[in-house]
């Protein structure tokens, strides 16, 4: 056990993301017996053809990258020698449009912006496709738009239908033979035994192949349609845009050219357009052209690129080209390659099925070289060597089918797919639970997941913000108990509020929207939501000056610089800063406070203690905090940043954010289950505390650390430290990245991580499971994350974590039950052709055997839902066996017991059951092949439950379990008693299939007997396999 162990992490162990080329292509040579590799590889993508996609690909970015970043002169040096001179089709003409659509992609493409200048720029160029900057379009040109300029679609491979699955199924080459074989089987028998009976042993193994390939083909395609409906929902991506004067939300997919759409931090740039306005856009264009530096956009360079990323600012873009007339639609029509790379246990499973494969095929040989001896002796001892018939040929044909048979169950290439299969079954259910696994790997891997770091915002909380408490000149203000907010009104001076509220409109990333029922929406963050609700509150039916101020500059939020700060001109002359964030953050840039009187006044050491107290009162009550400060200034310098001291304090909000029900239930459940759940949070370390033990997060023994602390930590420090972390608030990007970094690399821990934010990727990318936020997170975050949690919701990731470890056992309970099936079937046919020169279990019977463990068992225990006991036991870790010693001592219990009821049967079956007769060997070994069958569907109910006694406790909730089973047992019925012509089997009595049923039970009192006999484990954790030690009471049976 301990050498096969070896073997297999030796030749058969890649990481769970981002396997390299070299450990791909180890695995897949030591891979040495392959029934159908069409089969067994048709998910994953061929390595070479991989790497042939990806040099096409970087050929592609650097003819990009060369369009893009030469010299301007050259560029309008090639325009002249080369310009193209466009004309307009009956079409676009027809349309109402004065630009085609070859040169409206080819501006934007090239940067050329003479061409841009020679249609008027972008006001000319939207006046050519009828598009409104302020309005959009209008909803009734879409299919007119799309006709003229395309659909926002790629050019994709078309999906396979069911009898291309049937066509990869035919590809195993075991089948292949055997049908050669029974080809030959019904040409000899009709010669010697005429028709119809000579061509009924070849006819029952050409319909059980036929059964078994669309039973295979069936499964198959049903996975692929499962996998597909996943794939649509992976490439939902939403986007905001402006239609008849409304702001909307749509797919990209819907996308067309004059769209006018608003771009934030984080989004992906779904078409290519041009630059409308905007505040500090900054793109990341390394996926479009590989270059890293990200590019700054403005009316002087206002190109943009579909597949790029928005880096940092915001923006709005009119749409120019959609679909494949862009750079990025063809870069996509360029991968051949889809599907992913094998998961660790597909991998590792592979390699089970090599050394199981390897093992069958010997004893085939054997089987059928003892069978041929045999027959050879004794045709030499009765006939003589030299005198040959026909029914010889059929008889060593026999033999030959029986050994290629044993291959066909001995090779085990359901191990593998019934990952696969699991999977996607899982994957699909997780759908349900507003989970979307981008990646199959992840699935099996959170069940591994020891560690969980998660943000405290829209997961461990509602998301739904409202202002709760404000402080401004000294006042404290409570809006918890329905206080209208008007209230301020009476106990604050005008000035102040004046300023107040143009802090508040001005220093903003939302905006009021006038819906289609006319309503007034607020779009942006929760927490800029809550504070654009507030004002609108505030300013009641006040006179709208804090509005008239002109925006000059915007830097806005990011979780690095944890503020957002404008600068304005002020309506009546002079120029005015804006800061708005973390509290603590902005009460370091203020050296000034505003008085009742609206007056900025030194910030004294007393007055700036009092406002500490404040914000750490909030942010005891779980109220999370921000400071407002402005700054007046005589005159603004636009090629600098807004400044970032010699700022006067507003006011201090508290924001209340509730903790989601059930996150105190999930986080016990995690902790029940051995997984650690640690906050990782941007927020006031009071804050993030508070939260922490609302949630069971932070206890008495845990630490609270701020992130500037903890990164100034040495790596020795930080190993003493890093167990005890519960909590870390004021955290930057990086912070999370060390943390999830030496997790992994110190403890050897499996770790999860949440994310939502563009500076999230890196963690995300780095953790062994990136979880992003469907709700809150840009695409460049759910582009990194391995599962997007589509509801933001804490409960949901713990239902990852739940699939995750149903899927291992289930995928453990599947290798054990047929690994149990191999073991006897090559031995039962390996002794029996030693003693006695016959097979008792023909080509057809085993087939069906084979069917019986491979798919229909994969179905039947690879789909088991999960159970709460799965949650009450550590994770598996790293490097631990996969078959573990409980399921050694299973599968042996079970194949000695069969051996020998099976033996008992062959050798003295007649003698013991009084069989006489012409049929007594036909019928012993009718009796031999159903109480195998029955030893098998017994044993698959014991395999439901590995260590416990209790194997039907919720059979029934599982009705995919229970058809399977019942599905077999009506089969075996109809094979024995009405196709016995094709099957070789003859008709039993009653008492003869009471006596099978009964062989077949006892294997449950034989799992009882055997589960009851200790394991030793040889590691730390007591529980690999993930069960309780059998209780002593009735309860935990």
Known sequence: MERMNRYLNNNFDIPAKNPSVEAQRKWREALKLVKNSRRRFRMIPDIDKKIEDQEKRQKIQEKIRVALYVQQAAIHFIDAATKKD??????????????????????????????????????????????????????????????????????????????????????????????????????????????????????????????????????????????????????????????????????????????????????????????????????????????????????????????????????????????????????????????????????????????????????????????????????????????????????????????????????????????????????????????LVRHLSACETMGSASCICTDKTGTLTTNHMVVDKIWICEVSKSFSSNEPVEDLNAVIAEEVLSILLQCIFENTSSEVVRGKDGKNNILGTPTEAALLDFGLMLEGDRDARHRLCTKLKVEPFNSVKKKMSVLVQLPGGGFRSFCKGGSEIILQMCDKIIDGEGNSIPLSEVQEKNVLDVINNFASEALRTLCFAFKDMDEANYGEDIPNSGYTLIAVFGIKDPVRPGVRDAVKTCIAAGITVRMVTGDNINTAKAIAKECGILTDDGLAIEGPEFRCKSPEEMKDLIPKIQVMARSLPLDKHTLVTNLRSMFREVVAVTGDGTNDAPALHESDIGLAMGIAGTEVAKESADVIVLDDNFTTIINVARWGRAVYINIQKFVQFQLTVNVVALIVNFVSACITGN??????????????????????????????????????????????????????????????????????????????????????????????????????????????????RRILSNWVFVAIITATVIFQVIIVEFLGTFASTVRLTWEHWLLSVVLGSISMIVAVVLKCIPVESGKINDQPNGYKPIPNGPDGV
Request: glycine share 8%; hydrophobic share 45%; net charge negative.
């Open 86 to 435: 466009y004309q307009l089709s009956k079409e676009v003409v027809e349309a109402g449009f004065y630009i085609s659509p070859n040169e409206l992609a080819s501006i934007v493409i090239k940067h050329d912006m003479t061409g841009l200048k020679r249609h008027g720029g972008i006001d000319g160029i939207s006046r050519k496709i009828c598009a409104s900057l302020k309005d959009g379009i209008r909803m009734s040109d879409l299919s007119m738009r799309q006709n003229i300029y395309g659909f926002n679609k790629y050019d994709e491979k078309p999906s396979r239908n069911f009898w291309m699955f049937v066509w990869d199924a035919l590809h195993d080459l075991t089948l292949i033979i055997l049908m050669v074989c029974a080809l030959l089987s019904v040409v000899v028998g009709l010669a010697t035994e005429g028709w119809p009976k000579g061509m009924y042993d070849g006819l029952g193994i050409i319909l059980s192949i036929f059964l078994v390939v669309i039973v295979t083909a069936v499964s198959d395609y049903k996975q692929s349609l499962q996998f597909k409906e996943l794939d649509k929902e992976k490439k939902k991506i939403f986007i905001h845009v402006t239609r008849d004067g409304s702001r909307q939300k749509i797919s990209i997919y819907d996308l067309v050219v004059g769209d006018v759409v608003h771009l934030s931090i984080g989004d992906q740039v779904p078409a290519d357009g041009l630059f409308i306005s905007g505040y500090s856009l900054l793109i990341d264009e390394s996926s479009l052209s590989g270059e890293s530096e990200p590019v700054y956009i403005s009316q002087e360079k206002p190109f943009l690129l579909a597949g790029t990323k928005v880096q940092d600012g915001s923006a709005k873009m009119l749409v120019t080209s959609v679909g494949m007339h862009t750079e990025w639609g063809r870069l996509m029509g360029t991968l051949s390659q889809g599907g992913e790379d094998e998961t660790p246990l597909q991998v590792k499973l592979n390699g089970v099925a090599n050394i199981i494969g390897q093992i069958g095929l010997l004893f085939a040989g054997l089987t059928f070289l003892v069978l041929l001896m045999r027959f050879l002796i004794d045709k030499a001892t009765h006939g003589g060597l030299l005198n040959w018939y026909p029914k010889d040929a059929l008889a060593i044909l026999n033999y030959f089918a029986i050994a290629v048979t044993i291959i066909v169950v001995a090779v085990p290439e359901g191990l593998p797919l019934a990952v696969t299969l699991s999977l996607a079954f899982a994957m699909k259910k997780l759908m349900d639970d507003k989970a």
């Open 839 to 952: 097979a008792p279990l023909t080509a057809v019977q085993l087939l069906w055997v084979n069917m019986i463990m491979d798919t229909l068992g994969a179905l039947a225990l690879a789909t088991e839902p999960p159970n709460d006991e799965m949650m009450q036991r550590p994770p598996v870790g790293r490097g631990e066996s996969f078959i573990t010693r409980t399921m050694w001592r299973n599968i042996i219990g079970q194949s000695l017991y069969q051996l020998v009821i099976l033996g008992v049967l062959m050798f003295s079956g007649k003698r013991i059951l009084n069989m006489k007769g012409p049929d007594a060997d036909s019928t012993i070994n009718t009796l031999i092949f159903n109480s195998f069958v029955f030893c098998q569907v017994f044993n698959e109910i014991n395999s439901r439950e590995m260590d416990k006694i209790n194997v039907f």
